[in-house]
């Protein structure tokens, strides 16, 4: 695949997610989102990694963008006006987003990414299942049961009324 292609892809993708980062509107904010995702997705299959791309698609597009726009069409009914987010200590988190952002470079940077590790059948479906249930079946777990626990929350909140 060319190489002005992953890098378009990769811009189409940083832009969108800087939007959504700065926009006020929740709504748009989604939307974007949805670019953000289906470019990385599509990162991904001019990579050759076709099963994350498909993966990317069913559980980032089809159901957590479908849930984050019900969620916010049907908690912030404020008439006519779009839904709105409020910012509270950006400075502690942009200190906490430069200080991952930092960490996240320093461990791409000692990454080795020579072709013999990607090599072989890395994105070979029954290899991922494999592993997902032998190797690394209590991070698979624990994800599940982090998933439920957010869910779980979100609807609690969501659901909370005023006492005052």
């Not at 990694?49 to 698609?57: H, L, N, P, S």
């Not at 963008?65 to 987010?85: A, D, H, R, W």
């Not at 698979?140 to 626990?149: H, Q, R, T």
């Amino acid at each position: 695949m060319s190489d002005w292609l992953i890098y378009f892809l990769g811009f189409i993708a940083i832009l969108s997610a800087c939007y959504v980062l700065f926009t006020s509107n929740l709504l748009y904010a989604a939307f974007s989102l949805v670019v953000t995702f289906i470019s990385i997705a599509l990162l991904y299959l001019a990579l050759g990694a076709e099963f994350i791309a498909v993966t990317q698609i069913m559980i980032y597009v089809g159901g957590i963008i479908v849930l984050i726009i019900f969620g916010v069409m049907l908690t912030n009914k404020l008439g006519n006006e779009p839904p709105q987010s409020g910012s509270h200590n950006k400075f502690i988190a942009g200190l906490i987003s430069a200080s991952i952002f930092g960490l996240l470079c320093y461990a791409i940077v000692q990454i080795n990414f020579s072709n013999d590790k990607v090599s072989g059948s890395l994105y070979n479906i029954k290899q991922i299942g494999q592993g997902l249930f032998t190797d690394y079946l209590l991070v698979f777990e624990l994800a599940g049961i982090l998933l439920l626990v957010a869910l779980i929350g979100a609807s609690v909140i969501a659901s909370k009324k005023d006492t005052v």
